[in-house]
Nanobody, 125 residues
């Protein structure tokens, strides 16, 4: 079993930056072999893909965050990050960290075995 704990959310103004963290833990797991992703869910909307970093270190972003968000990982700390710059009102959502033990990563929530509890990001004008 793997536990994921997100942190770093908050209330910011449009144009500001935030850095989310996702700390992973478990009895026996190799964090470096997991694909780590960020999803978000706004009120009344479905959970949507934001970014993924695979065990191969390949990365993909959703089109509307490309050039503003950066996903990264520190395998020594078993932690994934999401640096969010130039935040917009439409970035307001609960942000979830997800882990795929197969390392492939995907854009679909159903492909991920483990999820964090989420961290709220609210962007005001």
């Amino acid at each position: 079993q793997v536990q994921l704990v997100e942190s770093g959310g908050g209330l910011v103004q449009a144009g500001d930056s935030l850095r989310l963290s996702c700390a992973a833990s478990g009895r026996t797991f190799d964090f470096s072999s997991y694909a780590m992703a960020w999803f978000r869910q706004a009120p009344g909307k479905e959970r949507e893909f934001v970014a993924v970093i695979r065990r191969s270190s390949s990365i993909n972003y959703a089109d509307d965050v490309k050039d503003r968000f950066t996903i990264s990982r520190d395998n020594r700390k078993s932690t994934a990050y999401l640096q969010m710059n130039s935040l917009k009102l439409e970035d307001t959502a609960v942000y979830y960290c997800a882990a795929d033990p197969r390392g492939r990563g995907d854009f679909v929530p159903g492909r991920y075995d483990y999820w964090g509890q989420g961290t709220q990001v609210a962007v005001s004008s």
